[in-house]
């Protein structure tokens, strides 16, 4: 994840993994995991939420749904913290 992440240029990323606590949900079966990240870049600076999850979202690619079943995203600008 922190690679994939890296195209965003963040000042800090902290990721949990709650997979554990996700044992047996649906997702869990097929190896997906749980997941938080908080992320703060200074490419967030102007854009509404939505618009900086999808950045998340594009960084991530073809790990969302597969090796990433769920992510909570919480994105700020240096400015926010």
Not at 59 to 71: T, Y
Request: glycine share 12%.
């Amino acid at each position: 994840m922190r690679e994939r992440l890296a195209v965003l240029a963040p000042e800090s990323i902290d990721i949990l993994d709650e997979s554990g606590q996700h044992i047996g949900h649906e997702g869990a079966k097929s190896g997906g995991g749980h997941y938080q990240l908080v992320l703060v870049s200074a490419k967030f600076a102007g854009l509404p939420l939505p618009a900086r999850h999808r950045l998340v979202y594009d960084a991530l690619g073809p790990m969302m749904g597969a090796a990433i079943h769920a992510l909570s995203i919480k994105a700020y600008t240096p400015q926010e913290i």
